[in-house]
């Protein structure tokens, strides 16, 4: 049992990323692609608007085999050795090493049928996070979460609209930023673990003083900077200082050590437990938009000893995300919270290598979960066939699942922003489809 005040359940190793270095990647986010601060030139007071919406993203990068989570094949050549259990659903199973989410089944969507076809993680990784194709964007695009912030931000004083925990590495390539939208709605970064903003001060009279001081002298030299310039070249990246002056006035927000030795034990002692802990900490109080990592790196890319490594880290993604939905429901966020599960693809019918096999990255039809927000439960979108090849009726894209989530969060996905003159839809190309079957 992990011992909730030791150091080891949020170690010093896991903060990554200090103050200096968010101030740092905001900068570098904002004037990289100068210009945006002419973007929205409307004010934003409108969208700031009582929302109640919250979005949890659990983010399972690598690519996990639907084989051994949502679409399992027992006994058929391409099944593998797991077993599969009953769901909440009558006739729907999913892998043995998922009985909470088995339990939980009838909470939530299930999509068999995903299809895609870039099987490469980085590429595909930014497809699935921003509903663009790399090779299609003039601009960078904004990871969907920023696009969330953008519209629909954070309504209590203090506290940020978009927040992610973990490591933001996604094989060689970082997680999607803010893009053309600027600083202003790139990702308040924790390094995970439960560990808030790194060197962030503890709140006090003292240390909300003395960060208006330094503020009073970097608004000096920031005027002397502007004097002569364009002024919006700059303004996106100002409200980067004001987050952390925000943050020093919000008290406790990231302080999971407030949490029970009950919740610590049913989330689990792994990382990712206490990042979706935290997560919930963060909507309940107010983030409206939350990504979690599961682990660092690419945690679920299993080509080689699949099978074995497959057993731990399905259950530690089952006890967390389980406990996860228990509370949501429990504490009353289920129906204004969409909670999404999902990876970037699949993994290949076909068990390869011998003596630890495994399976390769596979796009033709491959599974995700999402769930809460209103939308209707215990839902199975799309099938595959018997041995789990091709898809037999209901192919899903990215587009159309990114036409759902904003549709779930009232946000047009076909909207168009503005950039040096160019519009730019939320979804590439207006493309897709809202789901109308979970509405």
Known sequence: MMDRHSPTCCPRSEHGLSRRALLHGALAGGIAFGGFGRLFADDHAAAAKKNDQRVILVFMSGGPSQFETWDPKPGQPTGGPHISIPTSIPGVHFDEYMPNLSRLANRMVTVRSMTSRNGDHDQGGYIAQTAYNPSAVVVPAPHWLSVCAHEKPATEPGLPSYVMLGRDNFGSMHVPGAGYLGAKYQALHCAGGGAGPQDLPKPSEEA???????????????????????????????????????????????????????????????????????????????????????????????????????????????????????????????????????????????????????????????????????????????????????????????????CTFYKTLDINPHKELQFENRPIPFVEDKLGTPLAEVF
């Open 208 to 402: 909300i003083a003395a960060f208006a001081r330094r503020e009073k002298l970097r608004g000096s030299f920031s005027e002397a900077f502007v004097a002569g310039r364009d002024k919006r070249l700059v303004e996106s990246h100002e409200g980067s200082f004001a987050q952390v002056g925000n943050l020093l006035r919000s008290g406790d927000l990231f302080d999971i050590q407030q949490e029970s030795q009950r919740d610590f034990d049913r989330y689990g002692n792994s990382q990712l437990g206490r990042d979706c802990l935290l997560a919930r900490r963060l909507v309940e109080r107010g983030v409206p938009f939350v990504r979690v990592q599961h682990q660092s790196g690419l945690a679920w890319d299993k080509h080689r000893r699949a099978f074995q490594s497959q057993r731990w880290i399905t259950s530690e993604f089952d006890t967390a995300v389980g406990a996860l939905i228990d509370d949501l429901v429990d504490r009353g966020l289920w129906s204004h919270t969409l909670l999404v599960l999902m990876g970037e693809f699949g993994r290949t019918p076909e068990i390869s290598g011998q003596g630890q096999p495994g399976r390769n990255h596979w796009t033709k039809c491959w599974s995700l979960s999402f769930g809460g927000c209103g939308l209707k439960e215990g839902l199975v979108i799309g099938s595959t066939n018997e041995n789990g090849t091709d898809l037999k009726d209901r192919p899903v894209t990215i587009h159309d699942l990114f």
